[in-house]
């Protein structure tokens, strides 16, 4: 048999059909479903008279416009449009019979967060969402991507999604990482190089020995914006770290069955010699800690850099690093480190998990947030929210001057009251920095944990290795 | 859905590179329940102001392309997230045809199931397209699936490349559930043997 990758492993397992031309049904393991992209699709439903295919396999929560304010459950909180959807979402989950997590549920939280914490997420599955981050999920080696409204009608529906296979990436990070130096940095780090259409066409696998070190946590953060790299998903393949974070979740397999899936599981990588259609490989060593400077995630820099010049790129890069640069009302050649920042966002499903707010804890332990900084931290899931009141980080950012939130995807994508106001700039611990994604004419930085609460106590951008 | 056959329209240029899905219909539109009505608000942020009046050098403010039904787009189009209301805003619009060098993945399934079609082709001939469509109103292009060819308003042919299924589909206006629901059975053999093989799942 010729050598097959982590990525053809997987999808060889879930063909249930395969057409002349090669498209295919996928079998689809684990469906999540939140409320702003699956309304039309339940519509859907109903309309033709169908029902949902294996409600059992499929996750409902409302994550993305759910207030993160204490007393959310007053529905006054929410927007008559945001009411509209979380009750659709409710109405819909119950009538379909599927899992469900309500915001009153302290499981409650970012869809993509949940499932892995509830062991909904397994090694192997196929895992889809109406939601381009649900490619966090490969970081349990399992293949995991986004769908359209469409497809989350079909996936209710047939439990499978019309595919055709996409082409093997192999994303190397070689050796260790310097201190300072985290996963987001990693992930960041790598769009930078390929850009954001880089992954385009691609399944990537993350390996190395960078990649092997981190932990769920960290591989969760790197696979989850393989969609910033253009990528199709992205997987790591599962390994000890992976079966120790599993082991004992609510939904993960036990006794007799947790043997038989883990036999299974041992032979989830790539074989020796497996063909891979396009190679990149950093130096962990390499990595700096990294910050955004315009408003694609491929606007990516060491924190020691500056402004760059529009005429500097090529092409139509040109124009829109120009577009950028005034949007985000800088100053080709200004130090990265002297950019001033008002509004500091820690959370998000690529950061919003216990270990980030571990390092942030680390660094504000003790201090204050800078004089008219408007920081805030909310959790990814109400378990998390739980966790870090219990390891007491939740006291050391209250004391610190943080905001500490209820979970939700919050200003990740400001469809909720957390909005950036014109003109505001933040150094945002989430995945993207289009323009207006944190609110209208709002100013996102992307960075990791450490770097966002830095910034928090300084005012400004700064390089997290000067607090270390 | 609506079917897709052969269309001659006007096209709109937008250079632009990297066009995302916030910028085809920023979030504050996904509040809907519904798949209509977008269309008002594509490309929101360029194309009004605050106040709610028009930005007149956005392309389709312009007079001249009010009505257009092809776009002529920078590469990379429809990056960033999977809101299918980005190819709802589109269709909505009456755009059935976009043109770029590459498309994000997931919009560019969306756009299929959307009675969209997505022409991907090397820089020099979006580049022809994009020279076509800046001459407005009357520079009306060709865009014919069957033949898999868009014909400029000179006269020039290209043709282009589709996926034969996705093309069917287009053609034929043809839902892909009901399609799927007739391969049942495969599907309930696949699931019964995976009771035996991985009954974890
Ligand atoms: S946190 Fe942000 S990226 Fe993640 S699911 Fe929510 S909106 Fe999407």
């Given at each position: 048999?010729?050598?097959?990758?982590?990525?053809?492993?997987?999808?060889?397992?879930?063909?249930?059909?395969?057409?002349?031309?090669?498209?295919?049904?996928?079998?689809?393991?684990?469906h999540l479903v939140h409320e702003v992209t699956s309304p039309q699709a339940f519509e859907g439903l109903r309309l033709?008279?169908?029902?949902v295919?294996?409600p059992?396999?499929t996750i409902a929560v409302p994550d993305h416009n759910v207030p993160t304010t204490a007393g959310r459950e007053d529905p006054a909180q929410m927007t008559a449009e945001s009411r509209i959807q979380v009750e659709a979402l409710d109405k819909n989950a119950r009538e379909f019979g599927v899992h469900y997590y309500p915001v009153s549920d302290v499981r409650q939280g970012i869809v993509h967060i949940v499932g892995?914490?509830?062991?909904?997420?397994?090694?192997?599955?196929?895992?889809?969402c109406g939601d381009s981050h649900?490619?966090?999920?490969?970081?349990?080696?399992?293949?995991?991507?986004?769908?359209g409204t469409?497809?989350v009608e079909?996936?209710l529906?047939?439990?499978?999604?019309?595919?055709?296979?996409?082409?093997?990436?192999?994303?190397?990070?070689?050796?260790?990482?310097?201190?300072?130096?985290?996963?987001?940095?990693?992930?960041?780090?790598?769009?930078?190089?390929?850009?954001?259409?880089?992954?385009?066409?691609?399944?990537?696998?993350?390996?190395?020995?960078?990649?092997?070190?981190?932990?769920?946590?960290?591989?969760?953060?790197?696979?989850?914006?393989?969609?910033?790299?253009?990528?199709?998903?992205?997987?790591?393949?599962?390994?000890?770290?992976?079966?120790?974070?599993?082991?004992?979740?609510?939904?993960?397999?036990?006794?007799?069955?947790?043997?038989?899936?883990?036999?299974?599981?041992?032979?989830?990588?790539?074989?020796?010699?497996?063909?891979?259609?396009?190679?990149?490989?950093?130096?962990?060593?390499?990595?700096?800690?990294?910050?955004?400077?315009?408003?694609?995630?491929?606007?990516?820099?060491?924190?020691?850099?500056?402004?760059?010049?529009?005429?500097?790129?090529?092409?139509?890069?040109?124009?829109?690093?120009?577009?950028?640069?005034?949007?985000?009302?800088?100053?080709?050649?200004?130090?990265?480190?002297?950019?001033?920042?008002?509004?500091?966002f820690?959370g998000s499903c690529?950061?919003g998990?216990?270990?980030?707010?571990?390092?942030?804890?680390?660094?504000?332990?003790?201090?204050?947030?800078?004089?008219?900084?408007?920081?805030m931290?909310v959790p990814g899931s109400g378990l998390?929210r739980?966790?870090?009141?219990?390891?007491?980080?939740?006291?050391?950012?209250?004391?610190?001057?943080?905001e500490w939130r209820l979970a939700g995807c919050s200003m990740c994508l400001a469809m909720n009251p957390d909005q950036l106001s014109?003109?505001?700039?933040?150094?945002?611990?989430s995945?993207?920095?289009?323009?207006g994604r944190q609110g209208y004419?709002g100013?996102?930085?992307?960075?990791?944990?450490?770097?966002?609460?830095?910034?928090?106590?300084?005012?400004?951008?700064?390089?997290?290795?000067?607090?270390? | 859905?609506?079917?897709?056959?052969?269309?001659?329209?006007?096209?709109?240029?937008?250079?632009?590179?990297?066009?995302?899905t916030d910028?085809?219909i920023p979030k504050v539109f996904l509040k809907s329940i519904a798949r209509t009505g977008f269309?008002k608000n594509?490309?929101d942020e360029?194309?009004?102001?605050?106040?709610g009046?028009?930005?007149?050098?956005?392309?389709?403010?312009?007079?001249?392309?009010?009505?257009?039904?092809?776009?002529?787009?920078?590469?990379?189009?429809?990056?960033?997230s999977s809101r299918e209301h980005a190819?709802w805003a589109?269709?909505d619009?009456?755009?059935?045809?976009?043109?770029?060098?590459?498309?994000?993945?997931?919009?560019?399934?969306?756009?299929?199931?959307?009675?969209?079609?997505?022409?991907?082709?090397?820089?020099?001939?979006?580049?022809?397209?994009?020279?076509?469509?800046?001459?407005?109103?009357?520079?009306?292009?060709?865009?014919?699936?069957?033949?898999?060819?868009?014909?400029?308003?000179?006269?020039?042919?290209?043709?282009?490349?589709?996926?034969?299924?996705?093309?069917?589909?287009?053609?034929?206006?043809?839902?892909?559930?009901?399609?799927?629901?007739?391969?049942?059975?495969?599907?309930?053999?696949?699931?019964?043997?995976?009771?035996?093989?991985?009954?974890?799942?």
């Amino acid at each position: 048999m010729s050598p097959k990758t982590l990525y053809d492993k997987i999808w060889d397992a879930h063909v249930a059909h395969e057409a002349e031309d090669g498209t295919c049904l996928l079998y689809i393991d684990r469906h999540l479903v939140h409320e702003v992209t699956s309304p039309q699709a339940f519509e859907g439903l109903r309309l033709a008279g169908r029902k949902v295919h294996a409600p059992d396999k499929t996750i409902a929560v409302p994550d993305h416009n759910v207030p993160t304010t204490a007393g959310r459950e007053d529905p006054a909180q929410m927007t008559a449009e945001s009411r509209i959807q979380v009750e659709a979402l409710d109405k819909n989950a119950r009538e379909f019979g599927v899992h469900y997590y309500p915001v009153s549920d302290v499981r409650q939280g970012i869809v993509h967060i949940v499932g892995p914490e509830q062991g909904w997420t397994l090694p192997g599955m196929t895992v889809v969402c109406g939601d381009s981050h649900t490619a966090t999920h490969g970081a349990f080696g399992a293949l995991a991507h986004g769908i359209g409204t469409s497809e989350v009608e079909h996936v209710l529906a047939t439990q499978t999604l019309i595919q055709k296979k996409s082409l093997n990436m192999k994303v190397e990070i070689t050796g260790k990482l310097k201190p300072g130096v985290t996963a987001k940095d990693i992930t960041l780090a790598v769009i930078g190089e390929t850009g954001t259409g880089g992954g385009t066409g691609y399944v990537i696998e993350y390996c190395g020995e960078a990649i092997r070190d981190l932990s769920m946590e960290g591989r969760m953060t790197v696979c989850n914006m393989a969609i910033e790299g253009g990528a199709r998903a992205g997987l790591i393949a599962p390994d000890e770290t992976t079966y120790a974070y599993v082991n004992g979740r609510p939904h993960a397999p036990k006794g007799a069955q947790w043997e038989a899936a883990l036999n299974w599981w041992k032979t989830l990588y790539t074989d020796e010699g497996a063909h891979f259609d396009k190679v990149v490989t950093l130096k962990g060593e390499d990595i700096q800690p990294v910050v955004t400077w315009g408003t694609s995630p491929e606007d990516v820099l060491p924190i020691t850099g500056v402004v760059p010049n529009p005429e500097d790129f090529e092409g139509g890069k040109v124009e829109a690093a120009r577009r950028s640069i005034e949007y985000m009302g800088l100053t080709p050649g200004q130090k990265l480190t002297d950019i001033e920042i008002d509004t500091v966002f820690i959370g998000s499903c690529t950061n919003g998990r216990i270990e980030d707010f571990r390092a942030v804890a680390e660094v504000v332990k003790g201090k204050k947030i800078k004089d008219g900084m408007r920081a805030m931290i909310v959790p990814g899931s109400g378990l998390v929210r739980a966790q870090a009141e219990e390891e007491g980080l939740a006291d050391i950012f209250r004391e610190a001057g943080f905001e500490w939130r209820l979970a939700g995807c919050s200003m990740c994508l400001a469809m909720n009251p957390d909005q950036l106001s014109e003109g505001e700039r933040c150094a945002a611990t989430s995945n993207r920095n289009f323009e207006g994604r944190q609110g209208y004419k709002g100013r996102t930085h992307l960075v990791s944990p450490a770097m966002a609460a830095a910034a928090a106590i300084t005012g400004k951008l700064t390089d997290i290795r000067d607090l270390i | 859905m609506e079917k897709f056959e052969k269309l001659t329209g006007i096209a709109a240029p937008m250079p632009l590179v990297n066009i995302d899905t916030d910028m085809i219909i920023p979030k504050v539109f996904l509040k809907s329940i519904a798949r209509t009505g977008f269309g008002k608000n594509l490309f929101d942020e360029m194309r009004y102001n605050r106040d709610g009046t028009e930005i007149e050098d956005f392309v389709l403010n312009k007079p001249q392309y009010r009505n257009s039904e092809i776009l002529v787009a920078g590469d990379n189009f429809g990056c960033g997230s999977s809101r299918e209301h980005a190819p709802w805003a589109i269709a909505d619009f009456g755009i059935k045809c976009v043109v770029s060098t590459s498309f994000a993945d997931i919009f560019f399934n969306n756009c299929f199931k959307n009675g969209i079609l997505p022409v991907v082709l090397p820089q020099e001939q979006v580049d022809v397209l994009m020279k076509d469509a800046e001459k407005g109103e009357n520079a009306r292009m060709t865009v014919d699936l069957e033949a898999q060819q868009i014909t400029t308003s000179d006269g020039e042919v290209i043709k282009f490349e589709v996926d034969a299924f996705k093309k069917q589909c287009l053609l034929e206006g043809l839902d892909d559930i009901g399609q799927t629901l007739q391969k049942q059975s495969s599907v309930e053999a696949y699931e019964g043997k995976m009771a035996q093989e991985r009954p974890w799942v």
